[in-house]
């Protein structure tokens, strides 16, 4: 599934049923640069809380889209 840098990670956690930290960083770019120290210069792979992430594109001043790659085990239900 992609994803915007800029998606707050509150409503991801909600959207994926994810468990991402909330304390720091408000957005997935930040918590992303927080880990990695800097912007990606091309397609970058990180762990962080158990969810695999790739960063599909950024620029000189932020993260533009992410790969999310779930973990086993968390399912989404549709909504009726």
Known sequence: MHCGGSMPLRELNRWLKLSLPTDGPKTLNGLILETL?????????VRIAGVHFV??????????????????????????
Do not use: Y
């Open 37 to 45: 120290e800097e912007i990606p210069d091309g397609d970058v792979s």
């Open 55 to 80: 960063v599909m594109r950024s620029d000189d001043q932020a993260i533009r889209t992410v790969k999310i790659f779930r973990p086993q085990g968390v399912v989404l239900r549709k909504q009726a």
